[in-house]
């Protein structure tokens, strides 16, 4: 797959040109504590290579090594504290260069990949210690061209033609994403099955994530959200600390990470197994709009029409239901929904839960839907507790229906629908329990 990936951006380079691209540095928790490290998700795109400080250097013209990587070496001492590192030899041997080198080697070998080349695609903003050496080599290069008409001219960003290739999901990446999404699946079921009134928040939090890590997931994508009643009105809730009340609805947000991609699935449901008519009048209008715009989501369809359609049918709801008062040309002037409804439908998931955003076309016209293509969408209504001038019953609810979707040859496929969704068919499986 990364072979692949690499091959892909190589044709879209122009002549002349070398890309570098450098592993995300790790990120402290406090002090000298690292959270866990994860790669970036270009630098892993393209190289498979999961270590930090390392550089991939494409330069497909040159005679001998047109893929070369530069790792950190052997170290008995500091694998002792940190755990085994590829080095050198196993860099080239596993991963594919033509050529690996010790990390602390790039500034003295990277001029021989460079000799040649008029247009360097680096991407600035991910690991200010490359960026720094890299804007350092560039000014020289480019002061070097103007002696000797040999040397850099061109800083240009390679994210544009990553995202475009990332935005079509391979084989491979569909194999993993399936995975994710099967694992995400489990870990909902799971929580569904154990909730309780009376619980704590957390007490989910732990059989969704134990579930994901037990079917072999890296991790989380995200941090898990589990909220019941008006905790589910913040959208990014993540304390998870609260009581779970008798008749809260219960929201979780959560998605597995497995071999680097993402899942992504929230469902919202009655900790004591019966929705509240109030809590079922919002539930089936979000329910309603989930289906319809997943309905409507096949290759040649705009990338925007499920939002645009989101939008209609979630304000049609609000206003039967008394949320907004007044004529609808007037509220969708003034976006009075964003009172209740106030994201964009669905977003692109892959090697990040909020994948590649390039969705326009040069023209600035959104692009149509293409086989390959993995969204999510994500319909809600969240009524905060202490909105003014709506009916008393809808206070403190929150509502949002998430499933992850791949876009086929003849329409979709929703990966993650075996988690129940139908009021009595969540009702059921929670009360099964
Ligand atoms: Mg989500
Ligand atoms: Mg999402």
New binding site residues.
Partial sequence: MHKQNRKTLIEKMGPRSVAIFASAPPAMRNHDTEHLYRPDPNFYYLTGFEEPEAICVLAPEHPKHQYILFVRPKDKKAETWSGKRIGVKDARRHYGADRAYPIDTFSEKIGEYLKNADTLYYALGANDEVDSEILHLFTRSVKGRIRSGKGLDTLTDPSPILAESRLIKNEEELRRIRKATEVTVAGHLAAMQAVRPGMYEYELEAVVESTFRKSGANGTA?PT?VASGANATTLHYTPNNCQIEADALVLI???AECERYCG???RTFPANGTFTDAQRDIYQLVLEAHHAIIDCIRPGVSIDEPHQKSIELLMDGMRRLGLLRGKKKKLMKKKAYEEFYMYRVGHMLGLD?HDVNCVHEPNGDFKTFQPGMVM?I?PGIYVAADTKGVPPAYLGIGV?I?DDILVTESGCEVLTDSVPKEIDEVEEFVRGA
Avoid: P, Q, Y
């Fill in positions: 995200f959200i947000d959560a998605g992504d699935v929230t839960v999510t994500e949002r998430e």
